[in-house]
């Protein structure tokens, strides 16, 4: 399977916990994406990396939460001390870089489903 | 800041009948991309179709077309031949030029009834 793969799917936590989501992209995309979805919304942006350098933050992403790229790859999101409020999908999606029409697309992942008790 | 709404949290279809969903957006950009996006009950969002707002003619995807109106910064979705594996949750996003993050509207739940 060559797309963006999520890891674990489904995580349930106590309020207070840190937890931390891992996104493998497809491989040679160089940008990776994070978006929050809550019950009944559409995705909202979250950050998102050009290779390992993160190149924007949303205001929605707090301080509590943090996402690397270390090597360009992979990446992961880090929430601390979560909160009820932070249950939610997480998804990732990835993208090849180039002015190509067809390099605009965003692959997404399954996501993390995220429940915070 | 560029918003997109989606105007029918909910929509129903027969089987084999056409569909049209609603999009309308916000921005002041004159070159960007916009799309709809399909997520099936706890699957993973795939895209349907995409139009560049620079191309006049509008997008088509097999069963799937846009009526993409830049004046009025309109952009539905029409779904020919409805079949059942086309219900889903469908998004309206946007984005601008240069592989910016994706801004979406907040969906319609799509039926199809046998």
């Known amino acids: 399977d060559t797309g963006v793969s999520q890891n674990p799917r489904h995580k349930i936590t106590k309020r207070g916990q840190n937890v931390t989501f891992r996104c493998d992209p497809i491989s040679e995309h160089n940008r990776l994406y994070w978006y929050r979805q809550t019950l009944g919304q559409g995705p909202e942006f979250l950050t998102y990396?050009?290779?390992?350098?993160?190149?924007?933050k949303s205001r929605l992403l707090s301080d509590r939460f943090s996402a690397e790229r270390p090597k360009g790859s992979f990446s992961t999101l880090e929430i601390q001390r979560t909160e009820q409020g932070d249950s939610a999908m997480y998804l990732c999606?990835?993208?090849?870089?180039?002015?190509?029409?067809?390099?605009?697309?965003?692959?997404f992942g399954p996501g993390t489903r995220l429940t915070v008790l | 800041a560029q918003t997109v709404t989606q105007s029918q949290p909910e929509m129903s279809v027969q089987e084999a009948e056409t569909v049209t969903l609603s999009c309308t957006y916000d921005?002041?950009?004159?070159?960007?991309?916009l799309f709809w996006y399909k997520q099936p009950p706890s699957r993973q969002m795939i895209l349907v179709i995409r139009?560049?707002?620079?191309?006049?003619q509008n997008a088509t995807e097999n069963r799937f077309s846009v009526n993409f109106q830049k004046a009025a910064k309109s952009f539905s979705l029409k779904i020919s031949d409805s079949q059942l594996g086309d219900a889903a949750m469908y998004f309206c996003a946007y984005r601008e030029k240069g592989n910016t993050p994706l801004v979406f509207g907040k969906g319609t739940r799509l039926s199809v009834i046998a």
């Open positions: 921005t002041s950009e004159s070159d960007y991309y």
């Open positions: 139009q560049e707002a620079y191309k006049q």
């Open positions: 990396f050009q290779n390992e350098a993160q190149l924007e």
């Open positions: 999606a990835s993208s090849p870089l180039g002015a190509a029409p067809d390099h605009n697309e965003q692959f």
